[in-house]
């Protein structure tokens, strides 16, 4: 519309001035070599317009003859770069396809028609990937590095091929230029992590999560630096404690559920003196997540306390999350370390009738603490055999006594307290069946019936064969055979609390004595 309107203004413009010039009428004379040319305003200002389309007319036809050339040159370099798009194109279908004949030959031809189209590139490295030529793929993906728009991808390509031919070296050193040539990009980021993690390069590490903050989600970013924060801090530990207390601070400000960050932040306050924080610090980290490393950090905030005040303090922590067996456990320990046998008796009761291994240890080293029973003690340690398996740190199929930072895999943040294989199936019931008692099979003689025709010797040989197997006592596959002080299934069977024998406290040499107990049960 707006075209419109000033289209129809300059023709009134131009209307109004012819109109102007032909109401003002007049005589223009031209005196040039001897002539001289008279005529009216009009015709001249005509003259001239005709004149100025005239050179421009013969202008243009010679700029076209004089570029020509250049413009021959260029229709056929356009029809060359479209069928070299054409053959781009082709090739990566045909990788897409799996066509490795149409793939290898559309790159050849995109090589030939455009040789620095990056795409031509690309293709002839793919063509060469699918083809399993890795020195031509490789090739490839160095011209890519030499260009400014393509050489991110270049080194994309030669970490993977490094990585395949399981060169490490190479592979980190890609990464490390892909990283300083764009400090975002998510894959150069991640290797320099792995690796820096490897390494046990912790600053490393967090240097290299920091240029994958944009990258990352808010929350996975927090957690992964949290992580990496605690393993710093862990090296730490015996070298710089206060550089080791003011990471693992700033560790449970990013993740408050981290068990492994909430535990070593309680040790490092309480030795500076700061009991309060780190018993809210641990407080809220178990209402969270109720775990054994946390409950030992709480039990030794003040060093100087009794066993009876930790176990107090143990009780306190246990109401936080009531209905836990971590609690109890803990509680169990703290009164069996204050000589409280009944209170770690009670903690443990609700457990007993399908205990844990834990729970079953547990009560083997009451017994042991408490009487000295040594056939209540090899019991809970035959129930602890048989338990269910508690949750420990566990990764990539492997278990570890402690929290580490990094999976045997190189994943970060990869070990989870968790039931080892627990994700494999449901847990069922084993049945224990007692061997039968043989009973010796009595063979009666064969009731008088009418006479049959005479047996050849071979059947008479046969049948006394078998007669001779069956009045023989079938004897047990495995014999039960109990030791002379176990109570075995005779003592009211394994789901009850034992009864307790009159037998006198042996020696307090506590656990070692207690394994050698349980190894010296007799075998079948």
Request: charged share 25%; hydrophobic share 45%.
């Amino acid at each position: 519309m707006i075209r419109i309107v000033l289209f129809l203004v300059w023709v009134a413009i131009i209307a109004a001035g012819v109109a102007w010039v032909a109401d003002h009428p007049g005589d223009v004379a031209i005196t040039w070599m001897g002539y001289r040319i008279e005529t009216t305003v009009m015709i001249a200002a005509l003259a001239v317009v005709v004149l100025a389309l005239a050179v421009m007319l013969v202008w243009a036809v010679v700029r076209t003859i004089l570029r020509s050339p250049e413009q021959v040159s260029l229709f056929f370099r356009h029809r060359r770069a479209i069928k070299g798009y054409l053959a781009i194109s082709r090739g990566l279908i045909a990788i897409g396809a799996g066509d490795l004949r149409v793939a290898r030959k559309s790159a050849d031809e995109a090589a030939r028609l455009s040789p620095a189209d990056p795409l031509a590139l690309l293709l002839m490295a793919q063509s060469a990937q699918m083809a399993g030529d890795r020195d031509t793929a490789e090739r490839a993906f160095r011209d890519m590095t030499k260009r400014n728009d393509t050489k991110l991808l270049g080194l994309r390509g030669l970490y993977i091929e490094a990585q395949r031919r399981n060169d490490a070296d190479a592979a980190r050193l890609a990464a490390e230029e892909a990283a300083e040539v764009q400090p975002s990009v998510v894959w150069a980021g991640q290797a320099l992590l792995d690796y820096r993690c490897a390494t046990a390069d912790w600053a490393g590490a967090l240097d290299a999560l920091g240029h994958m903050k944009g990258a990352l989600e808010r929350s996975d970013y927090r957690r992964k630096r949290a992580v990496l924060l605690v393993a710093r801090a862990q090296a730490l530990e015996n070298i710089d404690r206060d550089t080791s207390r003011a990471l693992v601070l700033e560790s449970v400000k990013l993740a408050p559920d981290l068990v492994p960050a909430a535990a070593l932040a309680g040790k490092r306050l309480s030795e500076a003196g700061e009991q309060r924080k780190a018993r809210k610090i641990l407080e809220a980290a178990w209402t969270g997540n109720p775990h054994p490393d946390i409950a030992e950090s709480y039990a030794s905030l003040r060093l100087g306390d009794s066993a009876r005040e930790r176990l107090a303090r143990m009780r306190k922590l246990a109401e936080k999350v009531p209905g836990q067996l971590e609690g109890a456990l803990a509680v169990a320990r703290a009164a069996l370390e204050a000589r409280e046998f009944a209170a770690a008796r009670a903690a443990l009761a609700p457990y007993l009738s399908a205990p844990t291994r834990r729970v079953a240890t547990m009560m083997a080293e009451i017994e042991e603490t408490e009487h000295g029973d040594e056939g209540r003690v090899r019991e809970w340690m035959a129930r602890a055999v048989r338990a269910s398996g508690d949750p420990v740190w566990t990764a990539d199929g492997v278990v570890s006594e402690r929290w580490l930072p990094v999976s045997p895999n190189g994943r970060l943040d990869g070990f989870e307290w968790k039931v080892p294989l627990a994700e494999i199936g449901v847990t069922r019931p084993v049945i224990e069946v007692a061997p039968p008692v043989a009973q010796p099979i009595a063979v009666t003689a064969p009731e008088s019936k009418p006479e049959r025709p005479a047996e050849s010797p071979q059947r008479k040989s046969a049948k006394s064969r078998t007669a001779a197997k069956a009045s023989k006592a079938v004897e047990p596959v495995i014999p039960l055979v109990h030791a002379p002080d176990d109570p075995g299934l005779d003592a009211g069977g394994l789901d009850r609390d034992p009864v307790p024998e009159p037998t006198a406290p042996p020696d307090r040499d506590t656990w070692q004595r207690l394994r050698q107990l349980f190894a010296s049960r007799p075998r079948p």
